[in-house]
Structures are given as structure tokens and as C-alpha cells.
Nanobody, 117 residues
């Protein structure tokens, strides 16, 4: 089992920045990729950015050049970050941290990001 806890969401004005954090604990040694997803009201959950075990990153087109995903680790915890700059109202959503082990996917409870003036 892997436990994921997100933090860093909040209310920000258009053009502003936020940094999301995710702490992964438990059976982290087998984690392959980690990713950020988001779900806006009335929409399906979508992949925002992914960081593979080998350090390969992926971004959905709508956030390229504005969001940066990064990953770090200690002995017992892996961390995933999402630096979000030049935020737009359409970035408003609940952001979820995801971790993939062989044969299993894990999700955090999410953190709300609201972009509004």
C-alpha cells in the first residue's frame, strides 16, 4: 500500500502561482511513475503532468510552459511537486496525486485549486 497526501491548494488570482506538494509513504520502493491529475466541476478527471521513474516528464498541452513537475525522495518518503505559474481560471479544479506500482494505482484525496479574481 502507498499513502498519498497532497497540500498547497488554495485561491489565487489569474496570473498567479501555486506550488502543490504530494508526500508518498508506505510501499514506495516499487513506485514507477507519479503524476498529477485534476478534475474540474462537471468534467472528467484528466492527466496534467507525469514524472516517470527514469525522469521522463509529460505535460498535457494546456499546461505546457506554465506548469513544472518535479520529484524528490528521502529514505521513507517520495515527494512530487507541481509548480503552477501563469494560472488561468480554467485551471480551477481538484488536483490529485497519483502513484503507479506494478499492478496498482494509488490516489490522494485531492487539493482544491481555485483561480479567480
Amino acid at each position: 500500500q502507498v499513502q498519498l497526501v497532497e497540500s498547497g491548494g488554495g485561491l489565487v488570482q489569474p496570473g498567479g502561482s501555486l506550488r502543490l506538494s504530494c508526500a508518498a509513504s508506505g510501499n514506495i520502493v516499487n513506485i514507477n511513475s507519479m503524476a498529477w491529475y485534476r478534475q474540474a466541476p462537471g468534467k472528467e478527471r484528466e492527466l496534467v503532468a507525469l514524472y516517470s521513474r527514469r525522469g521522463i516528464t509529460y505535460y498535457t498541452d494546456s499546461v505546457k510552459g506554465r506548469f513544472t513537475i518535479s520529484r524528490d525522495s528521502t529514505r521513507n518518503t517520495q515527494y512530487l511537486y507541481l509548480q503552477m505559474d501563469s494560472l488561468k481560471p480554467e485551471d480551477t479544479a481538484v488536483y490529485y496525486c497519483n502513484a503507479a506500482n506494478p499492478g496498482a494505482l494509488y490516489w490522494g484525496k485531492g487539493t482544491l485549486v481555485t483561480v479567480s479574481s
